[in-house]
């Protein structure tokens, strides 16, 4: 690189010296030099300041003008523009000129397909005007956009339409007028030919809104479930939080080139098209799913995120935190609570945790940072989520709903802060979160051991709780945290213990807030059998030494849903971690019946919901499970994952076959029972491909499969379980849809995630396939994204061919998308948790990568981290 990246620091924050209330865009757009004219209102707000530093990247500057005159009193950099001798309040106009169709990075304004179409957060309205580009300047925006009429009949932007008119040489222009002062990151662009659909939602207090949904033309029918989808949004923020849509109009847009999966902008959410465009024959169950969440994320995003927005980046969990966790509880309102929440754990257990232990370690609000982007992790955004919960079940429904209120009263139109939120919901509710404060800035995951000790002559049951979180690459030392830990204790019968302590009935949420704390429940009149951690009720890591059948007793009496799938979860642990040791060992597997017995009952019982059995009898993924070991042994996990996989479909051949047999429906249908069903005889479809009739039952599903869900379930099985089968569906698959790249998307990750030996090559000669294109970042995580975070035994080859792969794809991405890049570095940067041979070729390639001249600093800030921690 020519200069090292410096770092800023959460410490460092100042009031910026002005501030911008009003601008006016105009657009005149080009492929290649489109012209931009930005008029702002600029008042100082430091007395003592006299210079006017704009943020700008990849910018032409073609004219400046202060109050109408022109201004030569102004310098320039690569990233900035700065501007001396301004007077206290005056009229800024900036006039430049960018290349959209040459912005690759897909950061500012560029082109997706043949639209055009932004991304402004955290950082890219920088790369469309000379601008304050943090979230603490607020502006009230009016955006003029002028384009070819033919090409591009719908120009989009921000807040309600108030003019339009046509021009000379066909053109046209639209005038768009945001009345809600937002920050740059907000400001959203969109010009194109599209189909649009289209409806209207009533709010509560009567006002009706314009509802319209912006897609490629052909797709018109692929859009129905992201409008019903954001109609639910729309209602349940209103019943839930009191929430009211506030704009004459609300508009979304598919396109398929996007760094993320979608954009809040104000009134006009630019989206992913993985996350808007599904119908039965192009989307699995899981799109439709994922497109529930992501449409009501964003949309619930208008209140928390864009009505309050962030004061500066470090405080990015303030909206993103909290609006996962408004998006969890809209989904798990409309379909099913305990499938959800362990949906949601997974991610926490796995790659959180991960992160956690990463060079990348942070907490939720971090105190440094070079490149904003490597910022929006699952730590700030899961975690943050997690964080918000706790403070859920501390407060209850009602408090937590009256901070919410207190919450806008105080910084609706304003940019605030974490401790801002916090102070809100303690004023509201009388709580004191001083030491819960703690989460926001201690990084790490901590680890909650327990010990039980049940005495029979005072039928008391002794709980003692002891916290430590280990250090992490950005904190070495650690202090207590405040932790929620849901608790229920049940008689040998299966009744329910009430926990009583000093003689009074307490709460099953106790408050750890000490190194080490005892909790003694009294009138417990037999030795109980113990809950832990309900709801996963902290995002903690637990210790505790529960015998098998004290786990399988949960997996059966257990009231709460989750903790009867957590208690399957722990039980497979305890025997996949001995049996990697086995392995290790030489020793033989040692998979006892007790065990597959307990899972064969949940599989048989009938009173337990489809959707949790098939969550139960989901084996944990081998990332996971390598979270469990100091050092990941990719092999041997990978071998007794797969022989208790194997052992499983042998024992409980018969039941799987009948089950798979009685669940199949006679038509498709998105209701949450009818998705229960569908995923519970699609993992038993997975398992019965481990036995001999595997290979017949997996081509007549494909063959007869009325939907892309049983389709790619095939698939998948036949893919998983190496078929003889899985070529000729692999083949007849693409030369279906390789002219659609969303859906050649699922066939892209599982050639990602191909087990068989010649996975690489194959990789390699997919990335020449005519559905692939390294610069559209959906293919490039498909392909490349699978590969190496869900193919662990051949991204991690002894021969380091699977470094060297991604090393090779980083230095492309490098130069043309920074952004993707970042994302996909990360299974690199975890080398220290493996083997001395392995750490040493994934070092190496780190260092290869570290020299490049032209290094972003997406990657820069990772590399440097990984390499020196």
């Known amino acids: 690189m020519s200069h090292q990246p410096s770092a800023k620091y959460r410490a460092d924050y100042t009031s910026p010296d002005f501030t911008i209330t009003h601008i006016d865009l105009d657009f005149i757009l080009d492929d290649t030099q489109t012209v931009v004219t930005a008029v702002s209102r600029v008042i100082k707000q430091n007395q003592d300041a006299t210079t006017l530093v704009l943020d700008g990247e990849d910018l032409k500057l073609v004219s400046l003008q202060i109050d109408g005159s022109e201004w030569g009193d102004y310098s320039t950099t690569e990233n900035s523009l700065t501007i001396n001798n301004v ?44 601008y304050l580009d943090r979230p603490d300047v607020l502006a009230k925006f009016t955006t003029r956009v002028e384009a070819d009429k033919g090409a591009f009949p719908y120009l989009l932007s921000n807040g309600n339409r108030v003019e339009s008119g046509d021009l000379d040489s066909g053109r046209h222009w639209v005038k768009w007028e945001d009345p809600h002062a937002k920050p740059s990151y907000l400001f959203a662009l969109v010009a194109g030919d599209f189909d649009v659909l289209r409806d209207n939602f009533v709010t509560v207090s009567g006002r009706n809104v314009e509802l319209e949904i912006f897609v490629d033309k052909g797709n018109l029918d692929r859009a129905p479930h ?41 009134g006009l959410n630019v989206f992913n098209s993985k996350f808007v465009l599904a119908n039965d024959k192009t989307a699995t169950d899981n799109d439709y799913l994922g497109i529930e969440s992501v449409i009501g994320h964003e949309y619930f995003h208008n209140w928390t995120g864009n009505r309050v927005t962030c004061r500066d980046w470090f405080q990015l969990s303030l909206k993103e935190g909290l609006t996962v966790f408004r998006d969890q509880e809209f989904s798990s309102d409309l379909g099913s609570r305990a499938v959800n929440r362990i949906n949601n754990v997974r991610i926490i257990r796995g790659p959180q945790f991960a992160e956690d232990e990463s060079p990348m370690a942070h907490p939720i609000r971090p105190e440094k940072v070079i490149e904003m982007n490597n910022f929006y992790t699952l730590t700030v955004y899961e975690k943050g989520s997690e964080v918000i919960r706790m403070m859920h079940t501390l407060l209850g429904e009602e408090n937590f709903q009256a901070g919410m209120r207190l919450y806008f009263e105080r910084h609706d139109g304003t940019a605030a802060t974490c401790d801002d939120f916090v102070l809100a919901m303690e004023d509201a509710s009388g709580i004191d979160l001083s030491l819960f404060r703690r989460w926001y800035s201690q990084s790490g995951t901590p680890v909650v051991s327990v010990k039980a000790e049940y005495n029979s002559e005072e039928k008391t049951f002794a709980l003692t709780l002891r916290q430590d979180t280990p250090a992490t690459s950005d904190q070495k030392e650690k202090q207590p945290l405040h932790i929620p830990v849901d608790v229920e204790l049940y008689d040998n019968t299966g009744k329910v213990i009430e926990l009583q302590c000093n003689g009074k009935v307490i709460s099953n ?41 004290e786990l399988q007793f949960l997996m059966v009496h257990a009231r709460n849903e989750f903790a009867r799938w957590d208690a399957g979860q722990m039980l497979l642990a305890k025997h996949i971690k001995a049996n990697v040791l086995k392995v290790q060992s030489g020793e033989a597997l040692n998979i006892p019946e007790s065990l597959i017995d307990a899972f064969r009952g949940v599989l048989l019982d009938k009173e337990i919901d489809p959707a949790l059995v098939a969550e139960v009898l989901t084996l944990p993924s081998e990332n996971e499970i390598g979270g469990w070991f100091e050092v990941v042994d990719v092999d041997a996990i990978n071998s007794v994952r797969s022989a208790i996989k194997q052992r499983f479909a042998q024992e409980m051949k018969d039941e799987f076959s009948a089950l798979y047999q009685a669940l199949k ?23 019965l491909a481990g036995t001999e009739q595997g290979n017949e039952l997996v081509e007549a599903q494909y063959t007869h499969a009325d939907n892309m869900t049983d389709t790619v379930a095939a698939m998948t099985a036949a893919n998983t379980s190496e078929l003889n089968c899985r070529e000729a569906l692999m083949k007849d698959f693409s030369g279906k849809w390789e002219k659609d790249g969303l859906v050649m998307d699922k066939w892209f990750i599982l050639q990602g995630t191909n087990p068989a030996a010649n996975a690489l090559e194959n990789i390699r000669v997919q990335m020449s396939h005519p559905a692939f294109d390294i610069k559209n970042p959906n293919r490039t995580r498909s392909l490349v994204g699978s590969f190496c975070n869900n193919n662990p035994v051949h991204f991690h080859a002894k021969d380091g061919s699977g470094y060297k792969f991604l090393a090779e794809v980083l230095t492309e991405l490098n130069t043309s998308n920074p952004q993707v890049a970042s994302r996909l570095i990360d299974p690199l940067l975890k080398f220290r948790r493996f083997d001395v041979a392995r750490q040493g070729m994934m070092r190496a390639e780190l260092e290869k990568l570290s020299v490049l001249d032209n290094l972003a600093k997406d990657l820069f800030e990772k590399i440097d981290k990984a390499l020196n921690a």
């Open 87 to 130: 007077p206290e309040s005056f009229t800024l106009t900036v006039k430049t000129e960018i290349n959209p169709a040459g912005n690759t990075k897909l950061e500012g304004l560029y082109k997706s397909g043949d639209a055009f179409c932004t991304q402004c957060e955290a950082e890219g309205f920088r790369r469309i005007t000379f």
């Open 509 to 549: 949420v106790l408050s750890l807030k000490e190194t080490e704390q005892t909790f003694v429940f009294e009138n417990v009149a037999t030795k109980p059998y113990l809950s832990l951690l309900r709801e996963f009720s902290a995002p903690v890591k637990l210790h505790y030494d529960a015998s098998d059948e």
């Open 226 to 266: 992201a409008m019903t989808s954001l109609k639910n949004a729309m209602k349940w923020d209103e019943e839930r939080f009191g929430l009211e849509y506030d704009l004459d109009i609300y508009m979304i847009v598919a396109v398929d080139f996007f760094n993320m999966g979608a954009m809040e902008n104000k």
């Open 665 to 687: 429906q006679a038509e498709y249908s998105i209701e949450h029972s009818s998705i229960g069903k569908r995923t519970l005889r699609n993992l038993c479809l997975n398992y």
